[in-house]
Nanobody, 119 residues
Framework: QVQLVESGGGLVQAGGSLRLSCTASGFTFTSYAMSWYRRAPGKERELVATIRSTGGTTSYAGAVKGRFTISRDNAKNTVYLQMNSLKPEDTAMYYC????????????WGQGTQVTVSS
């Protein structure tokens, strides 16, 4: 069955860095775009970053552009989110999801990993 398992979240001070990982199994990883979303308390889930199946195209939300980098290692069935210069407003539960194409509808989600940025 399809599984997406996130890891790497935690508590960090403002200005710090974290790298999230999402390891996939149960499907052909190279056939899917992958995305990171986040949901902050009291807010809607929002797209943070997305990457094409081949890794050649990426896109970011304006709030994270220049600070976050999405990448993937297709040999390891893993997608990453490198987060630098973290801000308290980045505090959220972060989820990875797969989609049939870039900007496509996510059909499977991971369980999420919590990121908390203290000021």
């Amino acid at each position: 069955q399809v599984q997406l398992v996130e890891s790497g979240g935690g508590l960090v001070q403002a200005g710090g860095s974290l790298r999230l990982s999402c390891t996939a199994s149960g499907f052909t990883f190279t056939s899917y775009a992958m995305s990171w979303y986040r949901r902050a308390p009291g807010k809607e889930r929002e797209l943070v970053a997305t990457i094409r199946s081949t890794g050649g195209t990426t896109s970011y939300a304006g709030a994270v552009k220049g600070r976050f980098t999405i990448s993937r290692d297709n040999a390891k069935n893993t997608v990453y989110l490198q987060m630098n210069s973290l801000k308290p407003e980045d505090t959220a539960m972060y989820y990875c999801g797969r989609a049939a194409r870039l900007y496509g509808l996510v059909d499977y989600w991971g369980q999420g990993t919590q990121v908390t940025v203290s000021s």
